[in-house]
């Protein structure tokens, strides 16, 4: 069974940096999806980077640029590396998985997904 925990979330400056970090317990398989979403208060979870067995990524519009997916080799941790933050990326951060998923194709809806971790809150002022 694969269980996924958040870290790495805090309160920064709009302008500033940040990595968030999904430890990634049991295996997720040879081919899998792997995403990050955010969510605020009384807003539905919005998908914001997927990445695929092949290291092929995706982004929404609203992080193109700025966010950036990773995952280390052993399939062990998944990374949001997030620059120039703005006061809108105030959320909690989720990370989610699907494996054993043989498809180039990761879909950024949240029902896509089916293994979530607790989530990280980030808080972004200026």
């Known amino acids: 069974q694969v269980q996924l925990v958040e870290s790495g979330g805090g309160s920064v400056q709009a302008g500033e940096s940040l990595k968030l970090s999904c430890t990634i317990s049991?295996?997720?398989?040879?081919?899998?999806?792997l995403a990050w979403f955010r969510q605020t208060p009384g807003k539905e979870r919005e998908g914001l980077a997927t990445?695929?067995?092949?290291?092929?990524?995706t982004y929404a519009d609203s992080v193109m640029g700025r966010f950036t997916i990773s995952v280390d080799n052993a399939k062990n941790n998944l990374y949001l590396e997030m620059n120039n933050l703005k006061d809108e990326d105030t959320a909690k951060y989720y990370c989610a998985a699907r494996p054993n998923y043989y498809s180039r194709t990761c879909f950024s809806g949240e029902k896509f997904y089916n293994t979530w971790g607790q989530g990280t809150h980030l808080v972004v002022s200026s």
């Open positions: 049991g295996n997720v398989g040879s081919w899998y999806c």
């Open positions: 990445i695929n067995s092949w290291r092929t990524t």
